[in-house]
């Protein structure tokens, strides 16, 4: 089954962690995808897998926080594949601090990428999808409705992503432009690798499976298990579901509140 065959999708952060898993499980689906990312060679690795598999992969280099460099990809994605019918926007960055760990250098950093990135990309797409129908994922987080100890900037980022998802659903359901966000819990990704090692010089191990315990579930989330999600949202299949938040987070909110 082709749950989006011949549909145009682009996916920011492509390059790693779950914007690679929806890239690949988008294009196993039909999709034709473009991955975004700010680093070039990781989103051309993973333009070659999917081209390798026999899908159409596009690596266009991006860093989503700057406008114009945006409007160039969509430009890009547009002449080479069409334009674009789903966006993902999975790129994003994190911060480990409370409030007063927090530096006006960081809220920044944070703020540029992940609440301006993600608004920059719907600027960019929602025009191209008026008038035609188009789905948009944004990927929130679990702290967009928990509080988390010593996130507070990314906390911060979090939760402007989910309310820019139902703003943007809202002023475009008459334009059949789906909007929806998932919330992921803990997931596996290289940023949790690098964090352990950072933080926990020998102790990776054990700071894993205390990480992975804070999941009433009793481990952290695959990025394949957020891609399968992904692909349903914007489907067909899901095409009566606008404007709502999925948790997928292992009962972290629900079972732990």
Same mark, same amino acid.
């Given at each position: ?39 070039? /060679? ?8 999917? *081209? ?75 025009? *191209? ?60 990704? /290289? ?9 926990? /010089?020998?102790? *990776?191990? *054990? ?51």
């Amino acid at each position: 089954m082709k749950e989006i065959e011949h549909k145009v999708a682009l996916v920011t952060g492509g390059g790693s962690g779950i914007g690679r898993a929806i890239a690949l499980r988008f294009a196993r689906a039909g999709g034709r995808v473009a991955v975004l990312d700010v680093a070039e /060679p990781a989103a051309r690795d993973v333009a070659r897998e999917i *081209e390798a598999c026999g899908g159409a992969g596009l690596a266009v280099p991006c860093d989503v926080s700057r406008q114009a460099d945006v409007q160039r990809a969509f430009q890009a994605v547009a002449q080479r594949l069409g334009p674009v019918d789903i966006l993902v926007n999975s790129a994003g960055i994190a911060h480990v601090g409370t409030v007063e760990q927090t530096s006006e250098d960081d809220l920044d950093r944070l703020y540029a990428v992940n609440v301006k990135g993600v608004y920059n990309c719907m600027r960019a797409a929602v025009p *191209e999808m008026k008038g035609r129908g188009g789905v948009i994922l944004n990927i929130a987080s679990v702290a967009s409705t928990v509080g988390i100890p010593d996130r507070f900037a990314y906390s911060m980022t979090k939760g402007a992503v989910l309310t820019m998802t139902y703003s943007v659903a809202r002023d475009y359901v008459a334009d059949g432009i789906r909007c929806n966000a998932i919330a992921p819990g803990r997931v596996h990704t /290289p940023f949790v690798d690098g964090f352990l090692a950072k933080h926990y /010089p020998g102790r *990776e191990q *054990e700071m894993f499976e205390q990480l992975s315990r804070t999941q009433p579930i009793g481990r952290m989330g695959r990025p394949e298990e957020m891609a399968e999600l992904a692909l349903f949202l914007c489907s067909d299949a899901a095409a009566f579901i606008t404007g709502s938040n999925y948790a997928i987070d292992g009962g972290f909110v629900t079972l732990k509140m």
